[in-house]
């Protein structure tokens, strides 16, 4: 009996392998993610370097190298990032879900307005935005895309995570899908709590974290050409806390 294993692709991974699914045929219905990877490395040996730098998420969870996964898992293969339930359209806002993703525009003051709660003194929107400019070359515009129901679901692990730092603080998040243009907004997180300290701490870990674990990838797109941007500070390991926080 051969098993058929499905792996999803995104992003860069996808655009080097021209789709966005590979599978592979096994004798085993299980086998540790490290195994996984050593069989697509043999199979794609061009690929090797970028397949051993991507992480597989089992069933939208990142799964360290010696998860044992199924063949019938739903089983992802993720690039480093840039940065359940599908994103909303565009009639739908997301207005009370405090985690979204839309293709349409963001308001800072929707988003806030999700945390701000009477026991709350302080409340902090970050809004990130698309920059013209890096090291010496003009951005035209952005592209974003996501492992959806992944993606949601890693948003609400950072408020857990918030939560349980700072007591009582609430957190929201939107991130834009698709094509976003310079200056206009790609992504507003905001966080409320009881003192200011708090807020700000917290609003800057939700930051980092959201760059860290959310898959979310980021394609530049300048006059020359174009590429996908992922992380940028160091090994990509989104199964380790943050270092500055702990």
């Known amino acids: 009996m051969t098993y058929n294993w499905s792996i999803q692709l995104f992003a860069g991974l996808a655009e080097r392998f021209g789709t966005s699914a590979i599978t592979v045929e096994t004798a085993d219905g299980s086998m540790a993610v490290s195994d996984l990877k050593k069989r697509l490395a043999e199979a794609y040996p061009e690929h090797a370097?970028?397949?051993?730098?991507s992480f597989i998420a089992r069933n939208h969870m990142y799964?360290?190298?010696?998860?044992?996964?199924?063949?019938?898992?739903?089983?992802?293969?993720?690039?480093?990032v840039s940065g359940g339930e599908p994103g909303p359209s565009e009639e739908d806002s997301g207005k009370?879900?405090?985690?979204?993703?839309?293709?349409?525009?963001?308001?800072?003051?929707?988003?806030?307005?999700k945390v701000i709660v009477p026991e709350h003194g302080?409340?902090?929107?970050?809004?990130?935005?698309?920059?013209?400019?890096?090291?010496?070359?003009?951005?035209?515009r952005l592209s974003y895309e996501a492992y959806e129901p992944m993606a949601v679901r890693t948003m609400e692990q950072i408020g857990e995570e918030i939560a349980e730092r700072w007591?009582?603080?609430?957190?929201?998040?939107?991130?834009?899908?698709?094509?976003?243009?310079?200056?206009?907004?790609?992504?507003?997180i905001a966080v409320s709590a009881p003192h200011r300290a708090a807020c700000y701490e917290a609003s800057?870990?939700?930051?980092?974290?959201?760059?860290?674990?959310v898959p979310i990838w980021k394609k530049e797109i300048w006059e020359d050409g174009s590429e996908w941007v992922g992380h940028q500070n160091g090994p990509w390991n989104p199964t380790v806390p943050l270092e500055h926080y702990e």
């Open 49 to 53: 370097a970028l397949l051993g730098a």
């Open 63 to 80: 799964a360290s190298d010696d998860t044992v996964i199924l063949a019938s898992d739903e089983l992802a293969m993720l690039p480093p």
């Open 96 to 113: 009370g879900r405090r985690y979204v993703l839309t293709t349409g525009n963001i308001g800072a003051d929707e988003v806030l307005a």
């Open 122 to 140: 302080a409340s902090i929107a970050f809004v990130g935005t698309t920059r013209e400019w890096t090291a010496g070359k003009r951005t035209l």
């Open 167 to 188: 007591p009582g603080a609430l957190c929201a998040i939107t991130h834009r899908l698709g094509e976003v243009g310079i200056a206009e907004t790609s992504v507003v």
């Open 204 to 213: 800057r870990y939700a930051i980092e974290r959201l760059k860290q674990i």
